[in-house]
């Protein structure tokens, strides 16, 4: 009877047909699901960075060495060569800030740097080897392309005519010097057998040369008509028209070795200014009237060493200028 009441009721599969079918659905979605997810993460993982806006960054603060008094034109070729560096750099880097320090003398922005006690302190130094065991660290491109090493001298006036009849280094020894205290100038016109004053007042030279304390107080020739003009009120002061001292001298802005970022910055900026030759526009913008002025091929030539680049590199010669040999020189 069981047997035959199973054969009677034949067994309803509708419904299992039906759960099988959703199942297959279910597992279908959830499968698709997995899969925009997945997708999803990966593309997220693989998406750039929202892009840097250096707008919104906070601004990197430099210090420039101020001027020590109202008439004191050193400073304004290298504060504007920053500047170029920097605006070079504003795309990559960000904002900046550039002021100016409070006048100071020689020494003290030398130890400012060392004690790092100024943001970012730049300063133009002379290569010196000592220099690399102070903490002190610079930009390995040279300033003012090296010009600054051909020195013309203002001369007190009782000396200009016997200066004029000089003809050998030898000669040349018998004429004093006044330089400012710590300068490489000191040190180097010393090694080569010269005597000199050193005076404590960069504006102190300009007066004391005039009054005949010393012989001779030698510029760099992109320093000459600037520094004479500013000076001319100075009675006696005169400029010697016979002769021009030769030495290598590569200028680089310094700081302290902490300040890597600046250092960085500064560099790049300075080898791109270099690159698409704003910097020389703005280096013969200076100093081209002042190279001029000094008729360098009217002069005698007296050439001296330098003892204090031993240990520098040679990869700053390619940017030296040579205004004997301008026609080589890179514009």
């Known amino acids: 009877m069981y047997d035959d009441l199973i054969k009677s009721q034949p067994c309803n599969t509708d419904g299992l047909e039906k759960r099988h079918s959703f199942t297959k659905r279910s597992n279908w979605l959830w499968l698709i699901c997995l899969m925009i997810t997945s997708v999803t993460l990966i593309l997220f993982s693989y998406s750039p960075l929202p892009a840097r806006n250096p707008a919104n960054e906070k601004p990197l603060i430099i210090t420039y060495r101020g001027a020590e008094s109202e008439i004191d034109v050193r400073y304004a070729y290298d504060t504007k060569l920053l500047q170029l560096a920097l605006d070079?750099?504003?795309?990559?880097?960000?904002?900046?800030?550039?002021?100016?320090?409070?006048?100071?003398?020689?020494?003290?922005?030398?130890?400012?740097i060392q004690t790092n006690s100024l943001p970012n302190f730049f300063i133009k130094l002379s290569y010196e080897d000592n220099y690399n065991s102070l903490g002190m660290a610079y930009v390995p491109f040279p300033v003012d392309l090296g010009i600054v090493g051909y020195r013309v001298c203002f001369a007190a006036p009782a000396i200009i005519d016997r200066l004029a009849q000089v003809e050998s280094l030898g000669e040349l020894r018998n004429f004093s010097h006044g330089q400012g205290i710590g300068w490489s100038d000191t040190k180097i016109l010393r090694y080569n057998g010269f005597t000199v004053n050193e005076i404590p007042g960069y504006e102190s030279l300009f007066r004391m040369?005039?009054?005949?304390?010393?012989?001779?107080?030698?510029?760099?020739?992109?320093?000459?008509?600037?520094e004479y003009n500013a000076h001319s009120q100075i009675e006696g002061l005169a400029i010697d028209q016979s002769m021009t001292i030769v030495y290598p001298l590569p200028r680089f802005f310094y700081t302290h070795a902490n300040n890597t970022t600046a250092l960085d910055r500064i560099h790049r900026g300075i080898v791109a200014a270099y690159q698409d030759g704003s910097l020389q526009e703005l280096w013969q913008e200076e100093y081209q009237e002042n190279i001029a002025f000094a008729k360098l091929g009217q002069r005698r030539v007296f050439r001296l060493k330098n003892p204090l680049l031993n240990n520098i590199g040679s990869d700053y010669l390619q940017y030296l200028y040579d205004p004997f040999n301008s026609g080589n020189n890179k514009k």
């Open 88 to 112: 070079k750099t504003l795309a990559s880097d960000g904002p900046y800030h550039l002021i100016a320090s409070e006048p100071m003398t020689f020494t003290r922005a030398k130890k400012i």
């Open 209 to 226: 040369v005039a009054t005949g304390r010393f012989d001779l107080f030698c510029r760099g020739i992109n320093e000459l008509l600037s």
